[in-house]
């Protein structure tokens, strides 16, 4: 795929993970391209917000059914992109449309109050107006859905927006355009910003005409791009690594399962997935034979092939680190478990799913987000478990298992995390629901979930008639 081939600019090439083959080219922007971008965003802004919210809803409703018109074309593209299985990009296509309707629902639904006030004689109300224009920076791993958590309020509510994908997923990004373009969208209202350069990025976050900045990626990109982002309404989902806690009264097999599911799905690159397992010594080793047993279920291999479950990692700068860092874990003492993958692959990306049970606290396979498909198990008793998921760096999702429902009670009201789970995995989530991370931590600020964008992305005005 080949975005604007007539732009004569540089440009930059996307290679797949799945064989190295180049999947797309795109433009390469500029910093000084950055200032056009906004102000189309603007004008595109204002001729959304002259709509009635039912007229953009009815937009936005039309643009989830070009989505799925385009499922197939999409999740070939993603499988190529990130290395997912066609049937996961399916779903990623089907959940953003489904993210779609739910903006265009909650667009019409915002509304503002009647106010009591002291005077006789006035009479106020409160309304909500679009926020301005909003710089999105989406990531590689979920190249649809995650966008259109922005797209879609920012569409609905009236907001113009910049969009700047992830380098590698370009050729998705342009897809999501169409669909939209085809939908109305009024010309300029979302614009995508492609680019491989970080000067470009940083010239758009701190751009005077970027009123808000919503972000999806790393804890580090989330805090440099803070540190110039300063008066803008932000909206930042960042690292995971979420724990999955294991007391010695869960159910096992049950927990087994949902932690293989967490941490091998999508192989690992899910920003909640099972980051870490803190278990009592009394469960470890049996808790590791089960996910064991249940990594053997993960079938790695071509994401075209209809047998694949996982595909290999984003890049090879990841399945290093990984591989790194599980031989350290092994000279620490951990025990690897993991189904045996003899078969050559085309690319160093593929990695089958690992078990390291006994790794010791504090390691970085343990104390840093892996982001691949990786469960490491570290030793921690019942009356520690939620005092050492606490003092993890990272506060974006926390689960639990355990068969007393007063600790469930007392633990879950006990852990700083943004979501808790009990009995089941870390990366359960529904679109409406508020996703983000614990205030004071690397996991960011604000919430994802529709609703709440949708509120985040507007500003209050308050009226008042007197007579």
């Known amino acids: 795929m080949h975005l604007d081939p007539t732009v004569d600019r540089p440009r930059f090439e996307v290679r797949s993970p799945v064989d190295g083959r180049i999947v797309a080219t795109a433009p390469d922007a500029a910093p000084d391209e950055i200032d056009a971008a906004v102000h189309a965003a603007a004008a595109g802004g204002e001729e959304l917000a002259q709509l009635t919210a039912f007229e953009r809803a009815d937009l936005v409703r039309r643009a989830a059914a070009n989505l799925l018109a385009k499922t197939d074309e999409i999740a070939e593209i993603v499988a190529w ?14 959940k953003a449309a489904s993210g779609l309707v739910l903006a265009a629902e909650e667009g019409v639904r915002l509304g503002g109050d009647v106010v009591p006030v002291r005077a006789a004689d006035r009479h ?76 470009t990025a940083s010239a758009l976050v701190s751009h005077p005409g970027v009123a808000g900045i919503g ?6 990109t989330g805090e440099a791009v803070a540190k110039i982002a300063v008066g803008k309404e932000l909206i930042f989902e960042l690292g995971g690594n979420g724990p999955v806690l294991v007391f010695s009264d869960a159910d096992l097999p049950r927990a087994a399962a949902a932690i293989a599911a967490s941490g091998f799905s999508a192989s690992g690159q899910i920003c909640s997935s099972t980051g870490r397992v803190l278990a009592d010594p009394s469960v470890v080793d049996r808790l ?11 079938r790695l291999g071509d994401p075209f092939a209809a047998d694949t479950v996982i595909g290999p990692v984003h890049d090879t700068g990841i399945a290093g680190r ?35 049970s006994g790794v010791p606290l504090g390691h970085p396979l343990e104390a840093e987000e892996s982001f691949g498909p990786v469960v490491p198990i570290v030793a921690v008793a019942d009356e520690d478990l939620v005092a050492t998921a606490n003092a993890g760096a990272h506060a974006l999702s926390v689960a639990l298992f355990t ?45 994802v979930g529709v609703a709440d964008v949708v509120r985040r992305m507007t500003q209050p005005k308050t009226t008042t008639f007197a007579w």
Not at 81 to 94: F, K, Q, W, Y
Not at 323 to 341: I, M, Q
């Open 81 to 94: 992109e990130t290395g997912r299985p066609l049937a996961s990009g399916r779903d990623e296509v089907a």
């Open 124 to 199: 106020t109300i409160t309304t909500r107006h679009p926020l301005g224009v909003w710089a999105v920076l989406s990531p590689w791993n979920f190249p649809v859905n995650i966008p259109i958590e922005y797209l879609g309020p920012a569409i609905a509510t009236g907001n113009g927006v910049v969009w700047k994908p992830a380098p590698s997923t370009v050729g998705s990004a342009a897809l999501v355009m169409e669909a939209l373009r085809e939908a109305g969208l009024p010309g300029g209202a979302v614009r995508l910003l492609t680019t491989d350069r970080i000067d």
């Open 215 to 220: 972000l999806t990626g790393s804890t580090a």
């Open 288 to 298: 590791a034979a089960l996910i064991a047993e249940e990594a053997e279920r993960y």
């Open 322 to 356: 990984l591989r790194e860092r599980l031989a350290s874990a092994v000279a620490a003492g951990a025990r690897v478990h993991t189904p045996d993958d003899s078969e050559p692959r085309p690319t160093e990306c593929y990695l089958p799913p690992v078990v390291a």
């Open 403 to 447: 068969s007393d429902y007063r600790r469930a009670m007392v633990a879950s009201s006990s852990l700083r995390y943004g979501s808790v789970v009990v009995n089941d995995r870390p990366s359960y989530w529904e679109l409406h629901l508020p996703f983000g991370g614990w205030h004071g931590r690397a996991s960011g600020s604000g919430r």
